[in-house]
Structure formats: C-alpha cells, structure tokens
C-alpha cells in the first residue's frame, strides 16, 4: 500500500488563489469488495437456485423491496470518498442473492443526492410519484426484470461517474502544478523579502552609527570650543602672571645679591656648628656606652639580689574558706609578725593541731601540738593576686637577662594553686594569675629596653604530664590524635635545650594572644572528681615561655626559658579504701603524681648536696624541667595549703616537704648569653 501523499493545496495556505475553480462532486463509485460488478448473466446464475430454495421455504426468506435496494445503492457512491470504508469479509459458503443487500445496509448512507447529468438514466421514483408496487414472491421473472434495468441504470452513473472522476483528477492535476509554481514563487519572495529586510536592518544600524557619531562629534565640537575658551583665558592669566614674576625675579635678584652676601657669614657659622654637633655625638656615643654599662650593672646588681634571696625561694600560700565551707577555729593557723614588726611581711607560719586519740588514751585532754614553719614569705588568706606578683615580678624580670626561671605551685589538691597560676573564671583582672600577669610584665620590660636596642622574641608552648605521658594542650580540634605522641628530646646533637617532639610552639607578643593559649588549655587539661576538690587537676601543667633577646649594635645575644608549672594535688592513698572501677583510675593518677612528685623532691635534695648524679630521667617532669632547675637556674616553689582544720595532714605534709626544699642551696645562677 503506498503511503498518502500530502495534499498540495495544504501547503498552499490561504495567500494563494487558484486560477481554475474546482467543482466539488461526490464519489459516486461502488464500494470495493461489493457485488454489484456481476453481469446480468451472472445475476440469474446467482437467483436461480435461490428460487429453487425459496419454493421449498414458503415465506420464510422474502427478498428487500426494489425501492428500499434502490435507495441503498443510490447512497453507494456517496461513502466511496472515505478514507476508511469497512471491509465486507469474504465468504467462503454459497453465494445467495441477499449479500450485496446485507452489505449496503452496512453503510452509513450520504448527507445527500449528487445531481444527475440530463438524459441519464437512473432507477428513480415514477414522475406520479407512486411508488412499483411489490411483486409477489413467486413473480420471479418481474423480479428480474426489475433488477436488470436497475442494473443498467447503474451501468450508465457509473460510466458518468468515471467522466466526473477524470475531470476531478485533470482539475487536481492541473491545481498541483499551480500551488508548485506558487510556492516556488512564494520561496523566492519570501527570500527577497528577507534580504530586503536584512538590508534595511543593517541601514537602520548604520544610520544609528552615523547619529552616534554626530553626536559624538558635535559634542567633542563643544568641548573644543570651551576648552579654547578656556585655553585663551589662561593664555591671558599666564601674560599677566609673566609680567608680575617679572617683577618679583627682579626683586629676587636683587635679595639674591644681600643673600650672598650673607651666606659667606653663615658659612663660618656652619663650621662651628658642626664642630659643636662632632663633639655633642661624642658625648652621646659616650653617655650610651655608659647607659650600657649602668644596665649591665643593674643586671648583675638584680642577679645579686635574688642570689642574697636564694636561687631556691619558697612561698606559702593560705587559700581563704570558700562558701559553703567552715571557718577554721580561732589560733589554728597563725601568722607572727616580722623582725621589722607588723609593717613587715610576715614569713613564718604557726599551725596547732589537737591529737585527740593521745587525750583518749590518758583521759585528759591533751594540750594541741604547734608546728612551726619559716619560709622566705607567707601569704595570709586576705591577701591578693596582685600581691603575689609583685614579690615575683623581679625574679620574673630574671628571665629577660638571660637567667633560666621556674616557680611552681605545690599543694594538696584543692589548695588553690590552679587558682594562684592561671587565676579565676570570668577574666576578672583582680584575680588573674600568675602567667598572665608574668607575661605582660615582660612584654612592658621588652618594650621599655627596645629603646636601648634590644629585641626580644617569646615562643609559648603548654604541655600537661598525665601518668607520665607528655599531652599538648595547645593542639586544637583539627590536630588531635594526628600528630602522635608527645616525647622529650635535645633540641639537636650537642644540644642542651630539651623540646618536646610533636607540641605547638606559638610565638606570642600580646596579652590576647596569650589569653586565647590560657583558655584553649583549660579545655584540654585532664580533670577529674576527687574526695578533696570536685574539679581537681589530675596532671602536671607545664607553661614554657621561651626568650630570646639580641642587641644588634653591639652583636649581644640572650636567652633563657621561663617554666610556670601547675603541679597535681598531692594525695595520701587510704590502704583501707574499698575500690570501685572509677577508684581505680583515680589510684592510677595518685600513684603516678606522687612518684612525679618524690621525683622532685629527690631532685632539688641532689643538687642540695652536689650530688654527682642528679635522677633527672626518673621522672617526665624532672627530665622536662632539667634545664631550670640546674646550678644555673632560678627557682622559686610556692606551697598552697588549706584553712580547714580537717586537712590538717596533707597541710603538714605539704609544709615539711616545703621546709625541706627551702633549706636546700643550689650553685649560682649563669646567665646564658653569647
């Protein structure tokens, strides 16, 4: 089946008229497949033994009136035109005259009658209107008759049908052909068309060009004109201005004359100055080498003095009650006034303890046993942060000449020596710490001896010790559990300076900066529970501040560290404690901050009695600490102790080791410049 063409009069559209006028005449063809195509030979062959089997039926089969056959084929053509007309399915039993009846009454008739060419014959009602009257069933040669001539007039519309076809198809044919010229022609206009408008669209552009450029023109026209205007003022200006410098070089010509005249004066008067200025630089030169001298002077004079103190000073410190706790009974801890009286600080500390299973025993109360204690100061619970400090500040200072320096706080847990070296919450200046405080007196010292030519650099690192495993409390969120462990090594071959591998040294050179170290390490410090404090230390913290001062002019260099430590609560362990798993750990910590701490101890008794070998390895802390608490270094320990009587052990505990420590005496301290 070949595919349907498109109709050309669709592309055609509605802008273009036919030259010839197409006559619209409905199909009039027969219906493929219908059987209307026999002859009348083969008409009687087919109704033939339809007769037969009609006489043995009776009135059973009757055939469609002639009219009612008549109206249905008239009706016929008109469904030729369609393009999808029911296909009659082919029978394969015996014919019978009824199926082209059965088959036309399957079509849907036309909305109406194609007019009729004169003269042709066609199976119409008489002109009298009636219609033949029916012929009987047995009549069956009238019927026929009747269907040969209705045959013949079939015969002759579809031969007029075939002519009215051919006309169509050469009206069609003819139709195509225009709308091809036509659309042809249209492609070529449409063509024009566009290049017309592509030329009037590039003229519109170069029209809008040619305006623009008017303009432009006609404005730089403008600007032109004004700026000669403006130019011919000038040039008017300019005559005038030439004529008044004129006058003024005349002037000057002539004070040129009395200048030079003067200058020859001041010339001998520039000698002398710079005779004076020759001998001024000299004494300048003379009065810094002297300025130099008095500060090398007041260095060893300051080095005097804490030497005359100690290199090993020890301080007691007494924390007030906090609320919620009960005051100490009246005469437990006292405070004898100085040689100098009570304007002088005190330094001896008196504690009276009652051993009631002695007055058990004897059945008389016995009287309270008084401990006394001498240390090179005493802090009563009334005094200050700011107080501490200042008695500090000096040996601070030390640090800045080249001295190595170490003040640590000693103490039961509770006894506030967190509280005495990093200072309370909340940012309070009142009752900041020592480390804070310690580095901004430094950075003021720093900046006041810039002015004499020395430079320093300070480098920060926080490190806690914690069951003798060395933390950095310095590393942020991104760098935990990255950079590995944390271990003390030499800083090089031949090297004295110990650095711990893996820990962040940030150099520093404000208070904020220093702040910001302070708060990130009280995140990361190890804390736990315990029996004496809710928030204890379970760990040594140690602030290292290294300093490196150089005097460029005089090619002098100095440097020394600076170590702050926050020691862990000494504790006593209860033998008879029934321990759970959390107990456990906190026997773990005691046990471990306790050797750390005889460590200590073990190591200031060394260099108190000029022991050949110091046990420095022993511990992590002794071994980070190596360097400044040598022959060569400062050191200053502050003891804390609590003011409630039922601490009273662990205080006397603290206090005897402390009195130990003070007696110790330790080489001479070298200042490490190059």
């Not at 043995?56 to 999808?84: E, K, N």
């Not at 000057?252 to 520039?270: C, H, T």
Request: hydrophobic share 35%; aromatic share 4%; glycine share 8%.
């Amino acid at each position: 089946m070949e595919p349907q063409q498109r109709s050309p009069f669709l592309a055609v559209e509605g802008n273009i008229e036919l030259k010839t006028p197409l006559v619209k005449v409905p199909s009039r063809l027969p219906l493929p497949g219908s059987r209307c195509k026999r002859g009348p030979d083969r008409m009687e062959d087919v109704l033939e033994p339809e007769k037969k089997r009609t006489r043995g039926l009776g009135t059973a089969t009757r055939f469609a009136p002639p009219h009612l056959r008549a109206s249905v084929l008239t009706a016929l053509p008109q469904t030729q035109g369609r393009s999808t007309a029911p296909k009659v399915p082919k029978r394969t039993g015996p014919r019978c005259p009824t199926a082209a009846t059965t088959v036309l009454k399957n079509q849907k008739p036309g909305p109406a009658v194609p007019a009729q060419k004169p003269g042709t014959a066609a199976a119409s009602p008489k002109p009298g209107g009636k219609k033949p009257g029916k012929r009987p069933a047995w009549d069956l040669k009238g019927q026929l008759c009747d269907l040969k001539a209705e045959l013949k007039g079939y015969r002759e519309r579809t031969q007029t049908l075939d002519q009215e076809n051919q006309q169509l198809r050469d009206q069609l044919r003819e139709a195509q052909q225009q709308a091809m010229a036509l659309g042809a022609e249209r492609r070529t206009l449409e063509g024009e068309l566009a290049q017309v408008r592509a030329q009037a669209e590039h003229g519109q552009q170069e029209l809008g060009t040619l305006s623009a450029r008017v303009l432009e023109l006609e404005e730089r026209l403008g600007t032109q004109e004004n700026l000669v205007q403006v130019l011919q003022k000038e040039q008017l200006g300019l005559q005038e201005e030439r004529r008044r410098l004129a006058t003024r070089l005349e002037e000057q010509e002539r004070r040129l004359q009395a200048s030079e005249a003067a200058l020859s004066g001041s010339q001998v008067e520039v000698a002398s100055l710079r005779e004076e200025t020759a001998a001024q630089a000299a004494v300048l030169a003379e009065r810094a080498e002297r300025l130099h001298g008095l500060e090398m002077e007041r260095r060893r004079l300051h080095n005097q003095l804490q030497e005359l103190k100690g290199n090993i000073r020890v301080f007691c410190r007494v924390r007030p009650a906090l609320p919620g706790e009960p005051s100490p009974p009246p005469g437990f801890l006292l405070f004898p006034s100085g040689p100098a009286g009570p304007l002088d600080p005190p330094t001896h500390l008196s504690l009276l303890r009652s051993d009631e299973r002695r007055g058990t025993l004897s059945g008389v109360p016995a009287p309270p046993t008084r401990h006394d204690f001498s240390f090179d100061r005493v802090f009563p619970p009334e005094s200050g942060q700011d107080e501490v400090f200042e008695e500090i500040a000096m040996l601070v200072q030390s640090a800045l000449d080249g001295y190595p320096v170490c003040i640590f706080a000693y103490g039961q847990t509770g006894s506030g020596k967190t509280f005495t070296m990093e200072g309370g919450p909340g940012g309070d200046p009142q009752v900041e710490g020592l480390i804070p405080r310690a580095l901004r007196h430094l950075f003021s010292v720093a900046q006041e001896l810039r002015s004499q030519g020395w430079n320093y650099r300070f480098v920060a690192s926080y490190v806690e010790i914690y069951n003798e495993t060395v933390r950095d409390l310095l590393a942020t969120k991104a760098r935990k559990g990255q950079g590995g462990d944390c271990e003390i090594h030499r800083a090089g071959p031949g090297s004295e300076e110990l650095t711990v591998t893996n820990a962040r040294y940030v150099p520093v050179s404000c208070e904020r900066e220093v702040e910001a170290l302070l708060h990130l390490a009280r995140q990361n410090r190890a804390v736990a529970r315990t029996a004496q404090n809710e928030r204890s230390s379970r760990s040594h913290s140690v602030f290292q501040l290294q300093i490196s001062g150089e005097h460029a002019g005089r090619g002098l260099q100095c440097g020394a560290p600076l170590n702050l430590v926050d020691l862990a609560g000494s504790e006593r362990l209860d033998p008879g404690l029934v321990l759970g798993p959390g107990e456990r750990e906190r026997l773990r910590e005691t046990q471990a901050i306790n050797s750390s701490l005889s460590t200590l101890g073990l190591v200031i008794m060394a260099l108190s009695n000029k022991e050949p070998h110091v046990p420095y390895r022993n511990s992590k802390l002794t071994y980070l600490l190596q360097n400044s608490l040598g022959g060569s270094a400062k050191m200053l320990m502050f003891v804390n102790i609590s003011p409630l009587e039922e601490n009273v052990s662990e205080t006397l505990n603290s206090l005897r080791f402390a009195s130990k420590v003070n007696q110790c005496v330790i080489g001479t301290a070298q200042a490490n410049r190059k």
